[in-house]
């Protein structure tokens, strides 16, 4: 029998502003002053935003603010990257909605998946950056080869068949998984180049799961598991070579990269390469050798105290000279070389923080079982310390993405940087500086807010499932 | 029946082969690593002084005492023919005054918005909200320039774009000018050394530390109310009025007038756009990373001391200034001060506006053809001592903490 809650009396909107805005004489005085406060604001950026507000310096630089001084004709690339991207996006949150519903019929619990609608209101202030943009292209009297509204569309509709992910069976949930990494990589190739050199990253990748698939248990020498594993490895990494080899194609190299497109990749490259390092730092700072935890602790250390600015500068003026003579970097490699450094202290501390708080028990316990130290920080630490840091981890990158405007300053046309071109322009040399900056911001706040409400609810789930 | 200890049979514990005897293995391995590390570094070294000998760069550090043959933006003082060292030695006083003045609106600031955020007016809670999501989320070098470029100098926003003047009271005296891109206001101006002023306010500042001490001391004794502010502050003032009169007035007060252009600002303490630029859009910045914290803290001092305040019926107001915000300060105070530090970094982010401090002025020592490498391990050196001294602070914080808290 089910019984229902009474329903909770009636508020009216008179209740309402009485309870919330003059409950007691202070909070009726701040009331009173605030809201002719607040409307004279917004009256005043309202005007600003429709009428007085030079839009101009936006709308006709709008692709420049997205790509910046990327080639014209190749621009198919970055679309063809976005698609991708979407569709990865797409099957990895499917792939993990699936796999949230696998671990509730374990325990017994009923679960809900949420829709494509759910995603996107909980990403609103993405959509409404897009929103704007589609708002500025529309009304652009420069004249588009592509339809902005096409490509938006498309990217939702590749969205929408990756997460079509979630219906592969259960055994192969992990090809789901291994979909995304692959499409990533991919999409990020698809601008750079699918050239000789580039096969590294599915290299690792497929390598991976070459390791983990090959089935050796019914072998009892340990010598011949690893020689097998070490040959299935081998023929990927092989096999993966051979076609890049065949295939290629070279692309545009980061060093033309620009706007919006070189800010999330610059912070995605150099996270993506700082986690190895930070993780490899945290472990020795967590060491018991005292060679290593000194190292790792000045490297850490040093890094945090300084500014990012000046190791930047230190990388534009120095990382050359680092290097035998007649080396030459580009500035965007010297960059993120430095991102990757700066943010592998950081990465450092976090996982430092996730392996301080994991229980001793678990290594105990580990012990218990006659492992070894590697398999225990393998098998029990690792997996445990890196699921709770996630959050941290992307509050890491959010900072690295806001930090990535600071290669304005040293001369790269960031998302940023590419105010310096527009402000160069003979219609907007002096003027409508106010413009730009905030587009710039509202750019970099749609972003940077969307990740920061997935860190938090990541975080609430972590907290729930704990 | 007895049961016989059995004398544990000493067996000769055979040692495993030196290659997997861990003892070896880890004395081994950390000679490695240390080889590995410092070969790496060797090899760096050995590669940035070849390269900068093949460009006939210089690798002393003597350049620091070559002429700087550059002005200071805003600084009449200095000397262009002074050294190099001069010129860092103006860098760190200016990014000290800039973090100084940053921190001290970031904490008020992010207290106002913190427990703002935590208000029971709808309103108040609404707004404080929007400005922490709103800054939270934004870089600061963005907010920087935007007040730089668009508040203070040029654009849409020219606030100050003619010149106020704001009178002290019943005097011709000015308080305030306010001018295109830089305020004035009342100023000290040197005549004599004030090295002995300044070591006289030191002791002055031992002795109300002292003071301070004694008068917490009776208050936890005796119960009598410490006033130890008060102390503290009168002993400071008392110290540098007798130090004053005692040397003979070494210094005087220096007003602000604005010239008959009206475009120069003479005497007094000039403030220049880049100064306030870095200050507020960092005060802004910082505040709402501060706001957070404290309202954290707030939330996490347990829910009954509420209670117990309210039981021996203090005032809203008493509830929080002698029950809750004491317990959350302990609280806030660790990562507040990590956000000091961040906020002394990003100082350095006023080199987008030209502000003259530590790093913007390396950055055109170099660009002038200073050596690269010494000037930013100069620059880096600084910032380390800054973040060290803090971080010294902290570790001292955390274990006071921890032996108040139990």
Do not use: C
């Not at chain 1, 696998?102 to 759910?118: H, K, N, P, T, V």
């Not at chain 2, 002005?71 to 000290?96: C, H, L």
């Amino acid at each position: 029998m089910t019984t229902t809650a009474p329903a909770p009396p009636q508020q009216t909107p008179v209740d309402w502003v009485r309870k919330n805005l003059f409950k007691n004489w202070w909070s009726g005085l701040i009331s009173v002053i605030l809201v002719p406060l607040i409307g004279y604001m917004a009256y005043r950026s309202l005007r600003f935003f429709f009428v007085t507000g030079q839009w101009d310096a936006v709308r006709v630089n709008l692709k420049l603010f997205m790509k910046g001084t990327f080639p014209n004709m190749q621009i198919w690339r970055l679309i063809a990257q976005m698609m991708i991207f979407a569709l990865a996006f797409g099957i990895g949150v499917g792939t993990n909605s699936a796999a949230s519903q696998d671990r509730a019929e374990d325990a017994g619990l009923g679960y809900e998946r949420g829709s494509i609608l759910q995603t996107l209101a909980r990403m609103w202030s993405l959509v409404a950056f897009i929103s704007l943009l589609l708002f500025f292209a529309t009304t652009d009297d420069v004249g588009n080869f592509i339809n902005p509204f096409l490509v938006v569309g498309g990217a939702l509709v590749m969205a929408a068949i990756g997460y079509q992910a979630h219906r592969f069976p259960r055994r192969i949930r992990n090809v789901g998984w291994l979909l995304t990494a692959t499409f990533l990589v991919i999409g990020f190739q698809v601008v750079s180049g699918f050239d000789a050199g580039g096969w590294v990253p599915l290299a690792i990748i497929f390598g991976g799961v070459a390791y983990g698939a090959v089935p050796v248990e019914r072998f009892d020498s340990a010598w011949l598991r690893f020689a097998l594993r070490l040959i299935a490895i081998a023929v990927v990494v092989l096999i993966v070579q051979a076609v890049y080899r065949a295939v290629d194609s070279p692309g545009i190299g980061w060093d033309k990269w620009s706007g919006l497109h070189l800010t999330l990749m610059v912070s995605a490259i150099a996270i993506v390469l700082a986690f190895p390092l930070g993780l490899l730092l945290a472990l020795a700072r967590r060491s018991t050798l005292p060679a290593l935890r000194i190292m790792a602790t000045v490297y850490i250390e040093v890094i945090r105290g300084v500014p990012l600015i000046t190791l930047l500068f230190m990388g534009q003026f120095i990382l050359g000279f680092l290097l035998p003579g007649g080396t030459v970097l580009s500035a965007i490699t010297r960059a993120i070389a430095v991102m990757t450094l700066f943010s592998a202290a950081y990465i450092a501390e976090i996982v430092r923080g996730g392996l301080q708080a994991l229980d001793k028990g678990q290594n105990e316990a580990g012990q218990a079982l006659g492992m070894a130290p590697p398999p225990i920080m393998r098998r029990i630490i690792l997996p445990q310390a890196l699921t709770a840091v996630i959050p941290a981890m992307v509050g890491q990158f959010i900072s690295l993405f806001k930090d990535s405007s600071l290669l304005s300053i040293i001369a790269i046309l960031e998302f940023l940087g590419v105010r310096k071109i527009i402000h160069a322009q003979a219609d907007f040399r002096s003027v409508a500086f106010a413009e730009t900056l905030i587009f710039v911001a509202i750019g970099y706040w749609a972003f940077a807010f969307a990740m920061s409400r997935e860190s938090q609810r990541l975080e609430r789930r972590l907290r729930v499932t704990r | 029946m007895t049961t016989e200890t059995q004398e544990p049979q000493r067996r000769e514990v055979a040692r495993p082969p030196f290659y997997r005897d861990v003892r070896v293995i880890r004395v081994v391995g950390q000679i490695l690593a240390v080889l590995a590390v410092v070969g790496i570094g060797f090899w760096l070294a050995r590669n940035l002084i070849s390269n900068m000998n093949r460009l006939g760069i210089s690798t002393s550090f003597d350049f620091l005492f070559g002429p700087t043959n550059t002005a200071i933006p805003y600084n009449d003082e200095f000397n262009p023919r002074s050294p190099i060292w001069q010129m860092v030695r103006v860098g760190v006083k200016n990014t000290f005054l800039a973090a100084f003045f940053g921190i001290i609106l970031a904490s008020v600031m992010g207290l106002v918005v913190g427990i703002s955020r935590l208000s029971e007016n709808w309103l108040v809670a609404r707004l404080a909200t929007f400005y922490v999501e709103f800054f939270r989320n934004i870089p600061p070098l963005v907010i920087i320039i935007f007040f730089g470029a668009a508040v203070f100098t040029n654009g849409p926003f020219p606030i100050f774009s003619e010149s106020w003047e704001i009178n002290f009271p019943a005097t011709d005296n000015n308080l305030l000018i306010i001018n295109n891109d830089k305020w004035g206001i009342p100023g000290f101006t040197q005549i004599d050394d004030l090295l002995l002023f300044y070591i006289i306010l030191g002791i002055g500042f031992v002795v109300g530390i002292l003071a301070w001490r004694w008068r917490t001391r009776v208050f936890e004794q005796t119960g009598q109310p410490h006033h130890r502010v008060l102390w503290f502050i009168g002993i400071i003032v008392g110290f540098a009025i007798v130090a004053f009169f005692a040397l003979g007035q070494p210094f005087h007060m220096s007003w602000p007038v604005i010239s008959e252009n009206r475009r120069r600002i003479d005497g007094g303490f000039i403030v220049n756009w880049g100064f306030m630029s870095v200050t507020i859009a960092l005060g802004l910045y910082t505040a709402s990373h501060i706001g957070e914290i404290i309202r954290g803290s707030i939330l996490a001092v347990p829910y009954g001391q509420s209670e117990a305040a309210n039981a021996v019926a203090l005032s809203a107001s008493q509830r929080y200034r002698y029950v809750v915000l004491p317990q959350a300060m302990r609280i806030a105070l660790p990562p507040t001060l990590n956000q000091y530090l961040n906020l002394v970094k990003n100082t350095s982010l006023g080199t987008a506006v030209g502000y003259a401090e530590l790093t913007a002025l390396t950055k055109t020592s170099v660009g002038n053809g200073r050596p690269a490498f010494q000037s930013f391990i100069i620059v880096m050196g600084v910032y380390l001592v800054f973040s060290l001294t803090i971080s010294l602070v902290l570790n001292f914080v955390n274990r006071r903490m921890q032996l108040v808290s139990r």
